[in-house]
C-alpha cells in the first residue's frame, strides 16, 4: 500500500509507539489525514478526542486486516502501524505490506547493534535516530558513535528526532486541548521527512 508506514524494529523501548503519534500528529498539522493503529497488547486504546488523527485498535490479527482493507478504499489518508518489539514474523509481515519501515533507535550500542541487524534484514527500511540528545555534547557524542558503527548505513538514516519530554502528551489517554509548540515543530519535522519519501510530489 503506497500510504501504509509501519514502525517496527526487534528492540523494546525504542520509542516506536512514540514515533507512531508524533508522525501521525506532524500529519495532522500539514492537512493530512491518519491514522494510529496500534498492535501491542499491553497497551490500552486512545480516545480520539482532540486529536488531529485517529488511534485504532488492531491488536488481534482480525482488527488489523480490517484496518488494513479499509485504509485500501480511502487513497487520502496515511496509515501507521506501531509494531511491537520482538515480533519478528509480524514485523517481516509489515514490512512486506508497507510503502516504508521505520526502525527507530536510541542513542546507545545496544539499540545500534539491533538497528544494524534490522536494517539488514528490511532491506528498504530506513533508521530513525529517536529521543536523540539535545544537549550539544552528548549530540557530539552519538554523532561520533554514529560514524564509528552507523557509517555503511549512512544514506539510509532519517534525520533525527530530538528528545522532547512533552512527547508523553500524545501517550496520554486524552490529550490536553493545547499542546507546546515545540512539540508541533518536531512532529513536523519527522512528517515532512517521511512524506518526502512516501509523497515526494505532496
Not at 508524533?22 to 490500552?44: P, Q, W, Y
Not at 514474523?89 to 519501515?101: F, G, H, I
Not at 522532547?164 to 512539540?183: A, N, Q
Request: some cysteine; glycine content about 6%; charged content about 25%.
Amino acid at each position: 500500500m503506497n500510504r501504509l508506514i509501519c514502525v517496527i524494529g526487534n528492540k523494546g523501548g525504542t520509542g516506536k509507539t512514540s514515533i507512531t503519534h508524533m508522525l501521525c500528529h506532524g500529519l495532522g498539522l500539514l492537512g493530512k489525514r491518519s491514522i494510529a493503529v496500534m498492535t501491542d497488547n499491553f497497551r490500552e486504546p486512545l480516545s480520539r478526542e482532540g486529536r488531529l488523527y485517529t488511534p485504532l485498535d488492531g491488536r488481534s490479527p482480525e482488527k488489523l486486516e480490517k484496518i488494513v482493507a479499509k485504509l485500501e478504499t480511502m487513497p487520502d489518508w496515511y496509515g501507521v502501524i506501531d509494531g511491537v518489539a520482538n515480533h519478528p514474523e509480524m514485523d517481516q509481515r509489515l514490512y512486506e505490506m508497507s510503502a516504508l519501515v521505520l526502525l527507530p533507535f536510541r542513542d546507545s550500542h545496544e539499540d545500534i547493534r539491533t538497528v544494524r541487524n534490522d536494517l539488514d534484514t528490511y532491506t528498504r527500511a530506513f533508521g530513525l535516530p529517536s529521543q536523540w540528545p539535545t544537549n550539544p555534547w552528548q549530540q557530539m557524542a552519538a554523532e561520533r558513535t554514529l560514524d564509528e558503527l552507523m557509517q555503511d548505513y549512512r544514506a539510509r538514516l532519517l534525520d533525527p528526532v530530538y528528545a522532547v519530554s512533552c512527547s508523553k502528551l500524545l501517550l496520554h489517554t486524552r490529550i490536553p486541548p493545547e499542546l507546546p509548540t515545540v512539540l508541533g515543530n518536531v512532529c513536523r519535522g519527522l512528517a515532512w521527512q517521511v512524506l518526502a519519501r512516501i509523497s515526494p510530489d505532496e
